[in-house]
T-cell receptor, first 114, second 113 residues
């Protein structure tokens, strides 16, 4: 069975701190995709990144970076120098190559305090 | 280009009443999905349309839920009669193809009292 676990329910940091959101996934498939979505207070789910299972290179986009490690089945998300606008709920998701269904974790609420 | 829109943004109804949620996908997106997040848990898949056809409704919780997509444009999700456990946030998403990126709407927060 496929599953995504986000063990951190809520994280609170002070602005400018670095913060890492953990994501651990389970699947027996060899081809799959991993995603991160951001849900700001306005409610919509905003797509942040997609990685496929054959690409373990870490990705950096501005203050955001992602660390994909197949050996530990993890796809962690780091925000460097956090800002108040980063406050949101962040969801990690998994999709099999053969399916369109996104399998989400339960989300991590990040609060960045000024 | 307009994104996925959902209406209403929030609905409060009493147990036993009926509620209809609406989703307008991105123009040209044949694929439309409904997901639900209940009680702060994970977001779960409900069903998938390709144009007006239901391709997969394996995630629908029970027969109190009815989804339609007449004409292959907007979709509605009706809950009748609503129960307390139906409270949650209902998300709609659309994509160009089955395997392309899914773009989500802002969700409808349903509260059943």
């Amino acid at each position: 069975a496929q599953k995504v676990t986000q063990a951190q329910t809520e994280i609170s940091v002070v602005e400018k701190e670095d913060v890492t959101l953990d994501c651990v996934y389970e699947t027996r498939d060899t081809t799959y995709y991993l995603f991160w979505y951001k849900q700001p207070p306005s409610g919509e789910l905003v797509f942040l990144i997609r990685r496929n299972s054959f690409d373990e290179q870490n990705e950096i986009s501005g203050r955001y970076s992602w660390n994909f490690q197949k050996s530990t089945s993890s796809f962690n998300f780091t925000i460097t120098a956090s800002q108040v606008v980063d406050s949101a709920v962040y969801f990690c998701a998994l999709r099999m190559d053969s399916s369109y269904k996104l399998i989400f974790g339960s989300g991590t609420r990040l609060l960045v305090r000024p | 280009e307009a994104g996925v829109t959902q209406f209403p943004s929030h609905s409060v109804i009493e147990k036993g009443q009926t509620v209809t949620l609406r989703c307008d996908p991105i123009s040209g997106h044949d694929n439309l999905y409904w997901y639900r997040r209940v009680m702060g848990k994970e977001i779960k898949f409900l069903l998938h349309f390709v144009k007006e056809s239901k391709q997969d409704e394996s995630g629908m919780p029970n027969n109190r839920f009815l989804a339609e997509r007449t004409g292959g444009t907007y979709s509605t999700l009706k809950v009748q009669p609503a129960e307390l456990e139906d409270s949650g946030v209902y998300f709609c998403a659309s994509s160009l193809t089955e395997m392309s990126e899914q773009y989500f709407g802002p969700g409808t927060r349903l509260t059943v009292t």
